[in-house]
Structures are given as structure tokens and as C-alpha cells.
């Protein structure tokens, strides 16, 4: 979901500043927001696995950019030991 939001801001003639890509907590049940240039420019996202995981998104940024340029690029991540994955489903 992220490489497909900055591919798109990308496609859009938005500048994405790598190094500035920060994920930020806006309110319980709110998507997170992700700011990727030095003017605090955000696209809105739910990411709360990358938002707990720092180094995680860090990783993935090569990975991501390459994308964005048509190239292949394989990366494995390695997950923190406390990354918790929550998922939740609605019962009928």
C-alpha cells in the first residue's frame, strides 16, 4: 500500500525526499500519516505495522524506490522480534 501511494504521488509530479518518509500516529482508528518530503507533505495511510517498526520501513525504502523506477530489486526484511501483527475480523 505505501509503495503504491508513492508511486502514485511520484506519477503526479509530487517529489518524494527519502530520507524524510516518517510515519506518524494520528488518532486511534485514524490512518497514519506519512510524510515523504522535507515540507511536511503527508498522503494518509493505515500502516500500523511500519508505524511500530522503524527500521522495517527503513528496509523497505530501496525496495520501494526501485519500484518506482521499473527496476527489480529483491530485499528481505528481517522482522523485530516485537513486531505484533493485529488483525481483526468482523463477525456475522
Given at each position: ?73 529483491q530485499h528481505v ?16
Amino acid at each position: 500500500m505505501l509503495a503504491e501511494s508513492l508511486i502514485a504521488l511520484k506519477t503526479h509530479g509530487m517529489t518524494i525526499e527519502w530520507t524524510s518518509i516518517k510515519i506518524d500516529q494520528v488518532g486511534i482508528g485514524e490512518p497514519h500519516r506519512v510524510r515523504y518530503n522535507a515540507r511536511r507533505a503527508f498522503v494518509r495511510l493505515f500502516l500500523p505495522g511500519l508505524m511500530r517498526a522503524e527500521t522495517v520501513l527503513q528496509e523497505a525504502i530501496p525496495w520501494i524506490r526501485a519500484n518506482l523506477h521499473g527496476r527489480v530489486y529483491q530485499h528481505v526484511v528481517k522482522l523485530p522480534d516485537n513486531l505484533v501483527y493485529l488483525n481483526s475480523t468482523r463477525e456475522s
